[in-house]
């Protein structure tokens, strides 16, 4: 079990507004393994001497760098319409991936506003897997893996699907064991499910529990929810030998309910095996609310307010250091480098 590459995704503490060296430095001094820059928003710059200073130092300390970038699918509403085209972005972000030592690039296809939204989840499905086969021959030139994460648009056989049609020469999985529960799937169904093709992951706590109008869930550090992360990390172990596991801790946001006895809720899970949603709600029948503390304050594309800043980024700082002791102490990994 040690031998899992314990490190963390950039995003954990972007409060913070780190550049690449920053986020090399502080996960040296915090004797991980790996780093994943989840967005290219983590580089100082995209000029070659820059990356090439990123790939110099991670060397340097031993670091293996997992690349990533965001939507690549014009259809969701996550696309910047600025950004050109998919097929572009996706180019650029293989090219950064290599330039800074990565073989692994990170991205996704929308989010769970897509899963709900006015076009079908096949359609934007179908889009992505054209868009990866347009760039099938750079990526297995360059030696970089496209890594798509389940981000609360796809369930774990819609992505395995994906994976399957756009190609697993070159395709694999960015595997997001909290995202999942925000779609009543179970994280031990995700791994099992795309497993043996996740190529880079991350992990993070939640509390889910019974509510009136089905459940909730709230993403929490680790050790603080209701997965059972022993038994996630055993499955992982067994499961994905080719990735890393990166802690992307997220809190500050409000518990989401999932109104599963509301019939107009199940529109988009129609095709959801009994036994799936049976394993889900056996979580949070034995569930609790998270009571500890937290700053409700990191809304997506809304900043904090003022008054508040401070606290967030001390929030973001400190659960991911005590996410990784948790990981360490408690799950046992990441300790072949302590």
Not at 239 to 263: F, K, Q, V
């Amino acid at each position: 079990m040690a031998a899992i590459r314990l490190g963390y995704d950039s995003y954990s503490v972007r409060a913070l507004k780190w550049n690449a060296l920053q986020h090399l430095d502080f996960a040296a001094r915090h004797q991980l393994d790996a780093i994943q820059f989840s967005g290219l928003e983590s580089y100082e710059s995209l000029e070659p001497a820059d990356l090439e200073k990123v790939k110099r130092r991670a060397g340097e300390l031993g670091l293996r760098i997992d690349a990533g970038i965001g939507c690549i699918c014009e259809l969701s509403k996550s696309w910047n319409p600025s950004s050109g085209s998919a097929r572009l972005v996706l180019e650029e972000g293989l090219n950064v991936a290599h330039a800074v030592g990565a073989t692994v690039m990170r991205c996704f296809m929308g989010t769970q506003k897509d899963r709900y939204g006015d076009k079908p989840l096949d359609q934007l499905m179908e889009r992505t897997v054209q868009n990866f086969r347009s760039v099938r021959s750079k990526a297995l030139d360059l030696g970089v893996t496209i890594a798509i994460e389940n981000h609360k648009d796809m369930q774990a056989e819609q992505m395995k699907q994906l994976i399957e049609e756009s190609g697993t020469d070159f395709t694999g999985a960015n595997l997001d064991v909290g995202n999942p529960l925000y779609l009543m799937e179970h994280p031990l169904t995700t791994i099992e499910t795309l497993g043996p093709y996740t190529v880079t992951a991350h992990f993070r706590d939640t509390a889910v529990y019974e509510v009136p109008r089905g459940a909730a869930a709230q993403w929490t550090a680790l050790g603080d929810g209701a997965v059972d992360m022993k038994e996630l990390i055993a499955k992982f172990d067994q499961l994905c030998p080719r990735s890393s596991l990166h802690l992307e801790i997220i809190t500050g946001r409000p518990p989401e309910i999932l109104p599963y006895l509301e019939p107009d809720f199940w529109k988009t899970f129609q095709n959801m095996p009994a036994r799936d949603f049976a394993r889900f709600v056996a979580l949070a029948k034995k569930g609790q609310p998270f009571t500890g503390h937290m700053v409700i304050e990191d809304y997506e594309g809304q900043p904090p307010a003022p008054e508040f800043k401070a606290a967030l980024e001390y929030q973001q700082l400190h659960d991911l250091e005590r996410s990784f002791e948790y990981a360490k102490q408690v799950l046992h990994i990441g300790l072949h480098s302590a």
